[in-house]
């Protein structure tokens, strides 16, 4: 079949696709070029580069309701990829809250797509609405619960700190106090459902697996190893370790778009620098009790103070 495509691809007979795929003619620039934009490579892997360069990947960028369709698309994509390999890893420094718990919880989920869409990339028909659950297309909301439920299988490595949290507290304390949420209760049920996204990241912390993408009180094959980090996490970073060769690097930038290399150099780098994260974090999952239950109650308490505060105020009056 790769002679036929050649064939076609290059305008020449299947014997030149054959002679090409040999190395007996060589391939020019041109053809190339043609090869590379078919199968979505890059001729920079070709060429002989400094350790200076490296190539990225990159998603095609939020600017609209579509542009964030594609965007869950191909991150649910990638991670359909990465859990086909039997011994991959995903190794996640958690800056924010990783995004795939908040969409299993379908008000946090409508609430983070709205402050996303809203605030950060600006999307016209937002302009001057309050959050109300049904402004998300549901479409939307079903492809967000579908990057959960594959993340549920995904062997995970998590190193958080005490801030982790905090961008998720800021926003609905802001819109809360802004009046961009319709009510006091729709304010006070998604403090709820962000309190129940915590009870379960505490459950998979003590058990060290995955909870079940559909039985709450089931686990998923998924091993899951939580670290705490003492010092405040600058940046998210995202390795996925595919089997003992073979990996990538994820960096997000502006918001959730993100660039991606298999780069072996800077992969290297990587994974040293999140096993140094790690050997500088306490493990927390399924040892550490003491420690565990520590961080989880400061996190209870801060959004509880969250909770008392929207129920003593009143934006709307």
Known sequence: MLA????????????????RMRGTTELSLNDSVKIANHFGLSLNHLSVTSNQSVVFQKSSFIDSVEAFRNYLLQSLGQLQSIQKYEHHRLIYQAKDLPIYYQFRFPKLAAFKIYVWLKSIYGIDHLEGMSFKEQLIPSDLLDLA??????????NSTEIWNDTTILSMVNQLEYYYEAGLLSSKEEAVQVCDEFQEMMKMIYKQALHGKKVHPTKPDEFSSAKYEMYYHEILIMDNHILAELDENKAQYFVPYAGLNFLNTNDPNLVAKMRTYLEGQTKKSSLISSISEKERNKFFIRIKNRIDQLKSRIEASNPFM
């Open 145 to 154: 619960k579908e990057l959960w439920e594959t993340y549920s299988h995904i």
């Open 4 to 19: 036929d495509t050649l064939s076609e691809l290059l305008g020449c007979s299947k014997d030149s696709a054959y002679r």
